[in-house]
Nanobody
Framework: QVQLMESGGGLVQAGGSLRLSCAAPGRAYSGYVRAWFRQAPGKEREFVAAISGTGSTTSYADSVKGRFTISRDNARNTAYLQMNSLKPDDTAVYYC????????????????WGQGTQVTVSS
């Protein structure tokens, strides 16, 4: 049962770049807030970035500001996370989530998730 589908993860060297995509089927969740979270082994799931339904507002974790950019293309019903200057500490499973209300940075506020995509940054 697919609700959101992430793609674009992989293995990169420190300093490299990846672009993650988060697609929803048809017009499902169109105009909803879209967010990225990540979870490393032995750690709790943490907020990365979020974007409002119109794309007018964004929010970032301090650890990724200046390196990551969240965007969306509502015609494609797809959100993106451009990750530059990647560090080994960015290694985690990255999850996309959506909600109908305002931007939130807490995982419990989101009821609809993708399956996750692995990002591994080598040193």
């Amino acid at each position: 049962q697919v609700q959101l589908m992430e793609s674009g993860g992989g293995l990169v060297q420190a300093g490299g770049s990846l672009r993650l995509s988060c697609a929803a089927p048809g017009r499902a969740y169109s105009g909803y807030v879209r967010a990225w979270f990540r979870q490393a082994p032995g750690k709790e799931r943490e907020f990365v970035a979020a974007i409002s339904g119109t794309g007018s507002t964004t929010s970032y974790a301090d650890s990724v500001k200046g390196r990551f950019t969240i965007s969306r293309d509502n015609a494609r019903n797809t959100a993106y996370l451009q990750m530059n200057s990647l560090k080994p500490d960015d290694t985690a499973v990255y999850y996309c989530a959506t909600r109908s209300a305002s931007i939130s940075t807490t995982p419990d506020a989101f009821s609809t998730w993708g399956q996750g995509t692995q990002v591994t940054v080598s040193s």
